[in-house]
């Protein structure tokens, strides 16, 4: 049975009237919706099914959200969108925070993240075309300043390789020295075979992650920043790889050994160079979280800084 839609006038509107707490909510909204978005780049169309987290801010005089409305105004803009596709996740997300506060007038803040599954068409070592599979992510913020609206948006990526540990192998490098000597090779020997024989390491599954603020009236590739944290690592995973293929990219990851903190370091590099044309304040959270293997615990470093100070550090420290 329908409910008569006439009685809603004759009802409380529960949300407006005064909680019995009147304490302000940070956040308040709707977590893990589902949906199949579209984005154009150029003569491409990527199709994502991303989960999209909503929130505004609740005033202290106000009990509740009007939480229908979020998923409402997420179809609207949707069903908009048919026709005038979307470029750039961010621009979705700042979308959906504009018409947020537009939904909410009691909030002065709003709040959007996407997070989504996203596939890059690569090279795998034999040639092949394989897609690997990545995490995009894009958040945006919306809050009220006086009669303007500030936005802050962000775009990421997280991106799984692996790395090669170079303290260890440094301790192999030895053990394999001391052993040559006591088979009586001569020094200038050892050190040859040495340097032109793979010398094992433990390896660990290391996720990359980059997260980087957008100014308006800039872009990025999503597709740099994956390619930033592949080269950073010691070696990248693959979809697909056969035998002869694994032996290669284990023997050139033994060769470029990090640790963790190296490649978020690399990243960090890389990633000022890329995007110094961006204002100097641009904010930026490059981390590297490794799975380590003959540890029962994981490893994690991490940045959060801007681009001017990363860029200062490099030229005053390299000098």
Same mark, same amino acid.
């Given at each position: 049975?329908?409910?008569?839609?006439?009685?809603?006038?004759?009802?409380?509107?529960?949300?407006?009237?005064?909680?019995?707490?009147?304490?302000?909510?940070?956040?308040?909204?709707?977590?893990?919706?589902?949906?199949?978005?579209?984005?154009?780049?150029?003569?491409?169309?990527?199709?994502?099914?991303?989960?999209?987290?909503?929130?505004?801010?609740?005033?202290?005089?106000?009990?509740?959200?009007?939480?229908?409305?979020?998923?409402?105004?997420?179809?609207?803009?949707?069903?908009?969108?048919?026709?005038?596709?979307?470029?750039?996740?961010?621009?979705?997300?700042?979308?959906?925070?504009?018409?947020?506060?537009?939904?909410?007038?009691?909030?002065?803040?709003?709040?959007?993240?996407?997070?989504?599954?996203?596939?890059?068409?690569? @090279?795998?070592?034999?040639? =092949?075309? /394989?897609?690997? $599979?990545?995490?995009?992510?894009?958040? %945006?913020? &919306?809050?009220?300043?006086?009669?303007?609206?500030?936005?802050?948006?962000?775009?990421?990526?997280?991106?799984?390789?692996?790395?090669?540990?170079?303290?260890?192998?440094?301790?192999?490098?030895?053990?394999?020295?001391?052993?040559?000597?006591?088979?009586?090779?001569?020094?200038?020997?050892?050190?040859?075979?040495?340097?032109?024989?793979?010398?094992?390491?433990?390896?660990?599954?290391?996720?990359?992650?980059?997260?980087?603020?957008?100014?308006?009236?800039?872009?990025?590739?999503?597709?740099?920043?994956?390619?930033?944290?592949?080269?950073?690592?010691?070696?990248?995973?693959?979809?697909?790889?056969?035998?002869?293929?694994?032996?290669?990219?284990?023997?050139?990851?033994?060769?470029?050994?990090?640790?963790?903190?190296?490649?978020?370091?690399?990243?960090? @590099?890389?990633?000022?160079? =890329?995007? /110094?044309?961006? $204002?100097?304040?641009?904010?930026?959270? %490059?981390? &590297?979280?490794?799975?380590?293997?003959?540890?029962?615990?994981?490893?994690?470093?991490?940045?959060?800084?801007?681009?001017?100070?990363?860029?200062?550090?490099?030229?005053?420290?390299?000098?």
């Amino acid at each position: 049975m329908s409910y008569p839609i006439e009685l809603l006038d004759r009802v409380t509107d529960i949300q407006t009237i005064k909680p019995k707490i009147p304490v302000k909510l940070t956040r308040v909204g709707v977590k893990n919706l589902k949906l199949n978005l579209q984005i154009t780049s150029g003569k491409d169309t990527l199709s994502l099914i991303p989960m999209i987290d909503l929130f505004v801010d609740l005033p202290s005089d106000k009990r509740g959200v009007h939480l229908s409305r979020d998923p409402e105004l997420m179809h609207e803009i949707l069903l908009e969108e048919m026709d005038t596709k979307t470029n750039r996740v961010e621009d979705f997300c700042e979308n959906i925070a504009h018409r947020l506060l537009d939904k909410h007038t009691y909030s002065n803040r709003a709040e959007v993240r996407l997070k989504s599954d996203y596939i890059t068409i690569n @090279k795998s070592p034999q040639g =092949k075309t /394989s897609q690997e $599979p990545c995490k995009i992510l894009a958040s %945006v913020t &919306a809050v009220r300043k006086n009669s303007n609206i500030v936005v802050n948006r962000t775009v990421g990526v997280s991106v799984v390789g692996f790395t090669a540990c170079p303290c260890t192998q440094n301790l192999l490098q030895a053990l394999a020295e001391d052993r040559l000597r006591k088979l009586e090779y001569e020094e200038a020997d050892v050190k040859k075979i040495v340097k032109n024989m793979p010398l094992a390491t433990h390896t660990q599954r290391t996720t990359g992650t980059i997260i980087m603020q957008v100014p308006k009236g800039f872009s990025l590739d999503v597709e740099d920043l994956v390619e930033i944290i592949g080269a950073s690592m010691s070696g990248q995973t693959h979809a697909v790889l056969k035998r002869p293929s694994e032996a290669s990219v284990v023997i050139d990851a033994h060769e470029k050994t990090r640790f963790t903190e190296d490649v978020v370091r690399e990243m960090l @590099k890389t990633l000022a160079k =890329k995007y /110094s044309n961006f $204002p100097s304040d641009t904010r930026i959270i %490059v981390q &590297a979280h490794s799975l380590e293997s003959v540890h029962k615990h994981d490893i994690m470093a991490e940045r959060v800084s801007t681009l001017e100070e990363i860029l200062n550090e490099i030229n005053t420290n390299s000098s």
